[in-house]
């Protein structure tokens, strides 16, 4: 079983800043990718950023100079510093992770989710 669990998500001002966290956990072979995806209220979900084991980074337009997603690999574990933060930032955020467990077949797996809620 492998589990992705998140922390760091709340309520703050626009302008402010907020950590978010997600340990991978479980029967682990390698993991090719973390990430982080945001859901807005009717909207889809859509990646917000994504860095790969090999430390390659990509970031949706709207959050360029203003997100920075890192990564422990050792303890298999996403980070996403966001600062600036807007109104249109608030949603779900959901951490996404590509890996293989042990059985080395490629799975994709997600977070139950943490609100991130910015106020104007």
């Known amino acids: 079983q492998v589990q992705l669990v998140e922390s760091g998500g709340g309520l703050v001002q626009a302008g402010g800043s907020l950590r978010l966290s997600c340990a991978a956990s479980?029967?682990?072979?390698?993991?090719?990718?973390m990430g982080w995806y945001r859901q807005a209220p009717g909207k889809q979900r859509d990646l917000v950023a994504r860095?790969?084991?090999?430390?390659?980074?990509n970031y949706a337009d709207s959050v360029k100079g203003r997100f920075t997603i890192s990564r422990d690999n050792a303890k298999n574990t996403v980070y996403l510093q966001m600062n600036s933060l807007k109104p249109e930032d608030t949603g779900v955020y959901y951490c996404?992770?590509?890996?293989?467990?042990?059985?080395?077949?490629?799975?994709?797996?997600w977070g139950q989710g943490t609100q991130v809620t910015v106020s104007s």
């Open positions: 996404n992770a590509i890996l293989r467990p042990l059985d080395w077949i490629l799975k994709e797996y």
């Open positions: 479980g029967s682990i072979f390698s993991i090719n990718a």
């Open positions: 860095i790969t084991s090999g430390g390659s980074t």
